[in-house]
């Protein structure tokens, strides 16, 4: 069965990783935010194609969700030595990933042959695409002005009020290729748990993405971020209250509502199962606590019996 | 007293940090050789400026010249897991440098505004000058074609047959802020025992810098980087024979002989003494091996009796 999934970060690499365990991961394409990718000392980094490139791999670090697993920071403490302004953690293996990629980008090359690139020499046999290869960077309008999403994310804690996101150039942004035929083509397309502004707005603003979701032939089936009311981590859920949304499965489901056929809820949610059934979307309630390997896997059995 | 050195790498280093262990750190300035600055993976590396910084801070590795002692390698070690051409080692911590300097560069600094940067951070009260803020690559002009420098020494090892150097855009170039004026009003400029073609030569090629070594009323002392017809290291005695010039201390003297006033040469070298003296040129004979700190020392306080 041919996969595709649309990802942000830490939430969406653990349901991978559970997925590939229980299908062929070859038979996998993931394609990842890049909403967040920034400059950091003139390092281009991809948050999220980083995370996603980690855990596939097995590298990543369990107690962060984001960096290399036992990575030093040597590199990152001279750099303090010397005054530069280090607000990013680098770890030292971590380094090698934005070392890579700046280097390639400045050489002319595409993101999407970078993160090819860097999933081969990982041994990672899932495609991983970036949504697209330009640098859409997103903006966050907030009642203290538009901030740049990292300024508004770790400068600023998420602090200001959000009142609505942009994606830099994202009109002139082309899908990167194999993106619209991985959800035209796909037996299934999984939405995963990820922040559905930050991490599947991005992607769902790309040109043809959105259209192809509610066109395709492929089941969709999206796993709830969102657990008794809470974001299982990160800003979700209040950005879905600074919205106005109801901070709830079922706000994430109002947004997905054009184009998703199940949706998988926490077990908590049991109450939402008709509202959001309301909406023509089945719905599945499972635990989607994902605090381990096998809890990975438990959720991921329920999602590929779903879509089979 | 104010001194003024004129210095390449790993010789000229060692020199140094003996004569700030005997005069005011303070008093020195140090013009550094900037000729086999280069790219690699997308940052400028300045492999003579980190020596003599590094050195000066005295967090230099005593074992290969270059680089920062105890140093770690997981960034490179990740590089070359994902594939990148890595020939240059790159220290995790030395690495901070090169970000540092790759970032501040592009962001339209000057080189010796972020050394100088560095030198500070470091703990360097000495002032160190990269000789001039423009890229002026030396170019080895050999049997095989012209080569560019890193290619020459590193990748081809300095096998191919050396037939002159230039350094590219140096005509043009413009001496950085301050390296005129320390030649200028030094009391005494100490030539480093550096290759006098890729490290003094760039130095000297500098519009402006051999003028003013002609002209300045400071006392100039060189010290022979040619100890019985070998070069202490690297490849400057191989260069002068296939230049066809005597492998000597005699004939570095000759090279000099246009601005130089004492040539300090190896107690080997003592059947030299008559030919240079009748250049014009003062000789002063002591052991210039220095391979250890005491030996360091040994060689800057006569360096140092010979110019007060």
């Known amino acids: 069965m041919r996969l595709t999934a649309l990802a942000g970060g830490v939430g969406a690499a653990k349901l991978l990783s559970g997925i590939v365990r229980v299908s062929p991961p070859e038979k996998l394409t993931v394609i990842v935010n890049t909403g967040d990718d920034f400059q950091c000392m003139g390092l281009h980094i991809s948050p999220d194609l980083d995370t996603v490139t980690y855990t596939l791999a097995g590298i990543e670090n369990p107690a962060t969700g984001w960096g290399i697993r036992d990575d030093s920071f040597h590199c990152l403490e001279r750099l303090r030595?010397?005054?530069?302004?280090?607000?990013?953690q680098l770890g030292d293996r971590d380094l090698a990933t934005h070392i890579f990629r700046t280097h390639r980008l400045q050489a002319g090359e595409r993101l999407s042959e970078i993160v090819s690139a860097a999933a081969r020499a990982n041994g990672i046999q899932t495609r991983i695409l970036p949504m697209t290869d330009s640098f859409v960077p997103t903006l966050v309008h907030t009642d203290e002005g538009t901030l740049e999403f990292q300024d508004y994310f770790v400068r600023r804690k998420c602090a200001p009020v959000v009142r609505g996101f942009d994606f830099k150039d994202i009109q002139a942004a082309m899908p990167a290729s194999g993106v619209l035929e991985s959800i035209r083509q796909a037996k299934a397309v999984i939405v995963c748990p990820s922040n559905p502004f930050i991490s599947i707005g991005p992607i769902l603003n790309v040109p043809g993405v959105r259209e192809a979701l509610q066109t395709t032939r492929a089941r969709i089936l999206a796993?709830?971020?969102?657990?008794?009311?809470?974001?299982?981590?990160g800003p979700a859920a209040n950005m879905m209250r600074q919205l106005g949304l109801e901070v709830s499965a079922f706000g994430v489901a109002s947004l997905y509502r054009d184009f998703l056929d199940v949706f998988v809820i926490d077990s908590a949610d049991g109450d939402l199962r008709a509202p959001i059934e309301a909406l023509g979307i089945q719905v599945h309630t499972v635990n989607t606590i994902m605090d381990s390997t096998a809890s990975r896997i438990a959720l991921a059995e329920p999602v590929l019996d779903l879509l089979s």
């Open 81 to 88: 030595e010397l005054g530069a302004d280090t607000w990013f």
């Open 223 to 233: 796993v709830s971020p969102i657990v008794a009311g809470e974001a299982l981590k």
